[in-house]
């Protein structure tokens, strides 16, 4: 049965957005306290991330019988994420040398406020690529779920579904109850998603409320330099990826349009992760596939932050006159490798990053952070659509890659798509309108059930 228009959570989404842009412009001061309508959806979603990834990797590997597989499909999603990472760090590097969004600005480093910069220069010292390793390993068993950690929570959900997989017909009670635990939890999920558009309005507000429409002109180029060059390694990049493994990545985006406009109004591609995971289970990934590669990727597989490294460094170096040779733009590249990795789980990840790159390539001054301070948050939203379309790709790549994959389901899904869930977790039909085609066939397997016909 079509939902009316209005019912919808993408168009409520959306209409939230707008909403919190208008009050943001309209009223800086009342919108700024509505931040915590936004920071109160976020705490919801990641209170549920890591039980939801625990119970979706081990009900996959606890029925598993071939435990080589999972180390196979753990190397070649690495793999996978290391290559299409590294595109993105160039391909930032490439348009910031074209376009040169830094040019003109001729700042003077001595002249910027960098009171808040050095203190997350601060925050930035230590996370390297030791200590980030060694932080994948909680301290006890429940410490994982405490902090949130997704890496720590992946690492002990493994372990446990090797140890499940191994005990063979004993461990079925314990995966049954696995099973049923994440039905129960994904339909805490849906519960949550209800208040989703009240997240993307507080948090949309707060942004146009405190930094205002106004501060954007200055750094118009930079943020549009950012935005296209994430749009064009979407489109090419990974368009070209998702066209060997054989579907459209511009299909894929519509399927999921409803987690990218939870995005755009949270700047946290974490709020979509739970949803996230259905969708693609849904879409023909194997539930072992889905469970170890979204994770990791959320560590991973940052490409829209990568792209915002490069040339936010490089916008930095110009806007402040200092030259730099080809070694030492490549410097740049191969250590925002690997700081992309160890500052990950930092809140705002993406200018911390920067900072602890910066802080090992001493030809550019990190003081320079402070000129684009007030606009991070407003290309956050690229850096997160651009992961979380990445991380989607990513999965339905590995799944191909692993013959993990139901292409037939894909194809169908893909091409007839509303890409929505209901509360039960069953497709429901598009709303009829200008956002949705009347009279689409809405199909009544849950992925779970899909999992079962499997």
């Keep these: 049965m079509k939902k009316p228009l209005h019912q919808v959570l993408y168009v409520q989404v959306l209409f939230a957005i707008a909403c919190g842009v208008v009050l943001g412009y309209a009223r800086p001061s009342l919108a700024t306290e509505m931040r915590p309508l936004g920071d109160g959806f976020i705490k919801l979603i990641k209170m549920i991330i890591a039980p939801v990834i625990f119970c979706t990797i081990v009900a996959g590997i606890g029925g598993m019988q071939d435990m080589k597989k999972i180390g196979r499909i753990g190397g070649k999603a690495l793999l996978y994420f290391e290559i299409v990472s590294t595109f993105a760090l160039a391909i930032g590097l490439v348009v910031a040398n074209l376009v040169k969004p830094g040019a003109g600005f001729n700042a003077s480093v001595s002249s910027l406020d960098t009171k808040e910069i050095a203190e997350l220069t601060a925050r930035a010292k230590g996370q390297n690529t030791v200590d980030f390793l060694l932080n994948i390993i909680p301290t006890t068993l429940v410490d994982a779920f405490a902090k949130g950690e997704i890496l720590q929570v992946l690492l002990l959900a493994i372990l446990f579904g090797f140890a499940v997989s191994a005990l063979g017909e004993r461990g079925r ?54 935005y296209a060059t994430c749009l064009l390694f979407i489109l090419v990049v990974l368009g070209a990826v998702a066209r060997v493994a054989g579907f459209s990545v511009v299909r894929l985006i519509v399927f999921i349009r409803e987690e990218l406009l939870i995005v755009l109004g949270t700047s946290s591609s974490e709020s979509a992760l739970p949803k996230l995971m259905t969708k693609l289970e849904y879409l023909g990934c194997s539930k072992s596939v889905v469970g170890l590669v979204v994770p990791a990727g959320y560590s991973f597989n ?109 194809a169908e899904k893909l091409k007839s798509d509303p ?33 079962e016909e499997a």
Excluded: C
Excluded at 203 to 218: D, E, Q, R, V
């Design 302 to 410: 940052l490409d829209g932050t990568n792209i915002y490294m490069t040339m936010a460094a490089l916008f930095i170096a110009q806007a402040t006159n200092t030259p730099l040779t080809l070694g030492q733009q490549l410097t740049i590249l191969v250590v925002a490798m690997l700081t992309s990795k160890g500052a990950s789980g930092i809140t705002g990840a993406g200018f911390v990053t920067l900072a602890s790159t910066l802080a090992v390539v001493p030809s550019i001054p990190v003081a320079g952070m402070a000129l684009i301070l007030g606009i991070d948050r407003f290309m956050s939203e690229a850096r997160a659509l651009t992961n979380i379309i990445g991380n989607s790709v990513a999965t339905v790549v590995v799944a191909r890659w692993e013959n993990e994959l139901d292409r037939k389901r894909l």
């Design 419 to 451: 890409g929505m869930l209901d509360e039960s977790g069953r497709e429901q039909e598009p709303p009829s309108g200008p956002l949705g085609p009347p009279g689409a066939k809405a199909a009544l397997e849950t992925p779970a059930a899909y999992q």
């Design 173 to 226: 009670p314990i995966l049954h109850f696995i099973e049923l635990a994440a039905k129960a939890i994904f339909g805490v999920v849906n519960i949550i998603m209800k208040v989703a558009p009240i997240g993307a309005f507080g948090a949309m507000a707060f942004t146009i409320g405190k930094y205002g429409i106004a501060s954007l002109l200055p750094m118009a180029k930079l943020m549009g330099s950012v």
